[in-house]
């Protein structure tokens, strides 16, 4: 059974740093799109970063330079580390497989985690 | 702001027919066969319903049905339920530089 389960959510201070972990089951992570896709209190799912097969990577405007998105293969996670977090970062993070890239290839999102909330505020 | 359009909310009666709509460019939804549509209840994480446009995944209902003319493409739910009330979401492959506006707004179902 494909499970995706997240972890690493909290309050956080503006400009504090968070990383966030989802673990993986019943497939392996480094052999899909995996991206992080996020849900603001009360608004719709934005997108945040992908890793792609191949361990490229890619990133919204709106966090390019702040967060890292990575994976450990041999525990099957991914993860998203948060740097110079605002208060508009504040949303639920799902970790999800699939995702696109503009030369040709897309992948629906066909599993998502639980999500895990983080809330940056003083 | 999303790339992709969908109205803010629909509504139906139990049994009725509605669809919602996404509609987007030629450099997404009307350029690629990669539409897909996510059903998503308060506080729970969204769920494939459709992907390439009209395909199913295993386990979804058949009341459920996806489509596309042009740059718009389109969900339709078929004798509504109660249970089908949710947030549904849009999602198209884009060939923009920078995959923003990967998803659209979403748009509120209601079952009156």
């Known amino acids: 059974e494909v499970q995706l389960v997240e972890s690493g959510g909290g309050l956080i201070q503006p400009g504090g740093s968070l990383r966030l972990s989802c673990a993986a089951s019943?497939?392996?992570?480094?052999?899909?799109?995996m991206s992080w896709v996020r849900q603001a209190p009360g608004k719709g799912l934005e997108w945040v970063s992908v890793?792609?097969?191949?361990?490229?990577?890619y990133y919204a405007d709106s966090v390019k330079g702040r967060f890292t998105i990575s994976r450990d293969n041999s525990k099957n996670t991914l993860y998203l580390q948060m740097n110079s977090l605002r208060a508009e970062d504040t949303a639920v993070y799902y970790c999800?497989?699939?995702?696109?890239?503009?030369?040709?290839?897309?992948?629906?999102?066909?599993?998502w985690g639980q999500g895990t909330l983080v809330t940056v505020s003083s | 702001q999303s790339a992709l359009t969908q109205p803010a909310s629909v509504s139906g009666s139990p049994g009725q027919s509605i669809t919602i709509s996404c509609t987007g460019t030629?450099?997404?939804?009307?350029?690629?066969?990669?539409v897909s549509w996510y059903q998503q209840h308060p506080g729970k994480a969204p769920k494939l319903m459709i992907y390439?446009?009209?395909n199913r995944p295993s386990g979804v209902s058949n009341r459920f049905s996806g489509s596309k003319s042009g740059n718009t493409a389109s969900l339709t739910i078929s004798g509504l339920q109660a249970e089908d009330e949710a947030d549904y979401y849009c999602?198209?492959?884009?060939?923009?530089?920078?995959?923003?506006?990967?998803f659209g707004g979403g748009t509120k179902l209601t079952v009156l």
């Open positions: 999800a497989r699939g995702g696109s890239s503009n030369s040709g290839s897309y992948f629906p999102f066909d599993y």
């Open positions: 019943g497939f392996t992570v480094s052999s899909n799109y």
């Open positions: 890793i792609y097969s191949g361990g490229s990577t």
């Open positions: 030629s450099s997404d939804v009307g350029g690629y066969n990669y």
């Open positions: 390439d446009v009209s």
């Open positions: 999602s198209s492959y884009t060939s923009s530089s920078t995959l923003e506006g990967v």
